[in-house]
């Protein structure tokens, strides 16, 4: 059975960094996709960044763009999100997607699968 785990998250000024990571198993790693969503409170679940099989495609929101960088290591069947130039819109628990499709219309863009991670809790202080 597919099991997803985050972790990394914690308390951050604004300004500052973390990197999370997304530990799978039970699971082909290096032949599924992989994302990262947020969800903030009162908000919905949204995608962050995702990232192909190889790592040679990956997809950011806009909101993250050029401070957030989506990586993997399928040697160590894990997931990373390094998370730069924070900001207290950046608060909320970030959840691990495993195996979702990636397609390509006007860009490429991520659709998730039933597995996730139990999210790990991210809080920017201003």
């Known amino acids: 059975q597919v099991q997803v785990v985050e972790s990394g998250g914690g308390l951050v000024q604004a300004g500052g960094s973390l990197r999370l990571s997304c530990a799978a198993s039970?699971?082909?790693?290096?032949?599924?996709?992989m994302g990262w969503y947020r969800q903030a409170p009162g908000k919905l679940r949204a995608l962050v960044a995702a990232?192909?099989?190889?790592?040679?495609?990956?997809h950011y929101a806009d909101s993250v763009k050029g401070r957030f960088t989506i990586s993997r290591d399928n040697a160590k069947n894990t997931l990373y999100l390094q998370m730069n130039s924070l900001e207290p819109e950046d608060t909320a628990v970030y959840y691990c997607?495993?195996?979702?499709?990636?397609?390509?219309?006007?860009?490429?863009?991520?659709?998730?699968?039933?597995?996730w991670g139990q999210g790990t809790q991210v809080i920017v202080s201003s």
């Open positions: 997607n495993a195996g979702g499709k990636i397609y390509h219309s006007a860009s490429y863009d991520y659709t998730p699968s039933d597995y």
């Open positions: 039970g699971m082909i790693f290096s032949i599924n996709h």
């Open positions: 990232i192909s099989s190889g790592g040679s495609i990956t």
